[in-house]
């Protein structure tokens, strides 16, 4: 169970394994080691997006810095380059931001905030080209699409898509976009919409702008989908849904965009009675395992995934904090990371590459709300 993430810092053998990232002390880090950006909730001077320093042998998270002041950035995008950075505002009305670094890499500067056309925009997507951004809008229930210039700013040319319908739970009295997806041969865009129990597909047509959607993938009702993720070599998607608390897996025709469901479990143990909430699903880079959050049963649920895409519950590890709103793997996969929103912590788990299960390193670091990590 190893995850890998950020810059590496001096470890004295006294060093306490948690650290308060309100304190701001520098520490030093050794050559070698990872950048990790938090998206967060945090309200007033603490608002906005923070970098943090990871330890690519231990799994130490230290060194904060605030980067850039922006209001509930939920959800991020990292530019290939590193250059550029996007968010999705949680905000009514919603917007989305694109942020550059400064020359040493120690601050983001905004250079373009556009409307996300809808409240409460929750999650943000670029293409493969980096020419196309895509937002979901979860209170208002619609997506949002602008085209990137080559500097990297979003045009203010959008297209806004309003999702209509409702389901049987009580949080699906309406359309709520939850996440969008650029397909992997960038010919459609995804959303994941956790009111109306769909996954929609829109065909990206030769002028850049989205054609009609089609239904991808139509749940079961009450499951309340919110995000996916694809497979990553095969033709393949996974995808969570926070209201059923299951996770779905599903075949992908690359021609029409359509899923066809393979199989489908639960996230949770059989004896567990309480209120959950699933938020946020990855997988390992050789496409063997699944990982899935529980929010209330406060774990990750790991999952081995069969060549035909059957999966199989392995285990249900705790993620020693409140709310585990989002998590990420490492770049090699060694280390997960996991957003404890409610308990205001991230914390660190090696990840055993044989068997997919985690185990928690003692390191945890302390930030206001943390509620989206990309290295």
Not at 27 to 38: A, D, H, R, T, W
Not at 129 to 140: C, I, K, P, R
Not at 272 to 277: E, K, L, R, S, V
Request: aromatic share 8%; glycine share 10%.
């Amino acid at each position: 169970m190893i995850i890998l993430l950020l810059a590496l810092v001096v470890g004295c053998k006294d060093q306490p394994k948690k650290a308060n990232l309100a304190s701001g002390q520098q520490q030093p880090i050794q050559k070698e080691g990872l950048k990790l950006l938090v998206g967060t909730f945090a309200e007033g001077d603490d608002q906005g997006i923070y970098q943090l320093d990871f330890n690519t042998e231990t799994g130490e998270l230290t060194n904060s810095q605030h980067v850039a002041k922006e209001n509930k950035p939920g959800y991020l995008y990292l530019s290939k380059d590193g250059d550029r950075v996007y968010s999705s505002n949680g905000t009514k009305p919603g917007s989305v931001s694109a942020f550059q670094w400064n020359q040493d890499r120690t601050a983001l500067t905004r250079v373009a905030n556009l409307p996300s056309i809808g409240d409460g925009a929750c999650y943000v997507g670029v293409n493969s080209d980096e020419n196309l951004l895509a937002a979901a809008n979860y209170s208002s229930g619609g997506i949002v699409l602008y085209p990137i210039d080559k500097k990297g700013v979003m045009l203010d040319e959008p297209q806004g898509i309003q999702h209509t319908g409702s389901g049987p739970h009580p949080n699906q009295n309406s359309a709520h976009a939850h996440c969008v997806q650029f397909s992997q041969n960038g010919k459609f865009l995804y959303a994941a919409d956790l009111g109306i129990d769909q996954i929609l597909t829109y065909p990206i047509n030769a002028d850049k702008k989205l054609g009609k959607a089609e239904v991808g993938l139509k749940m079961d009702p009450g499951d309340g989908p919110r995000h996916l993720i694809f497979h990553p070599t095969e033709n393949k998607v996974f995808i969570i849904n926070e209201l059923s608390s299951t996770v779905v897996s599903a075949t992908v025709d690359e021609e029409t965009g359509v899923f066809t469901k393979i199989d489908k479990k639960s996230t949770l143990p059989e004896d567990y009675q309480g209120p959950n909430a699933c938020a946020d699903i990855h997988i390992s880079n050789n496409g063997k395992f699944l990982y899935a959050s529980n929010r209330g049963h406060n774990s990750i649920a790991v999952y081995s995934i069969s060549d035909s895409g059957d999966l199989k519950l392995l285990t249900i590890e705790p993620v020693q904090g409140d709310w585990p709103r989002n998590f990420t793997l490492s770049p090699d996969g060694k280390f997960l990371l996991v957003a404890n929103q409610k308990s205001n912590n991230i914390t660190v788990f090696k990840v055993d590459g044989q068997t997919g299960f985690l185990e928690f390193t003692g390191n945890e670091i302390s930030i206001s709300q943390p509620v989206c990590l990309k290295f």
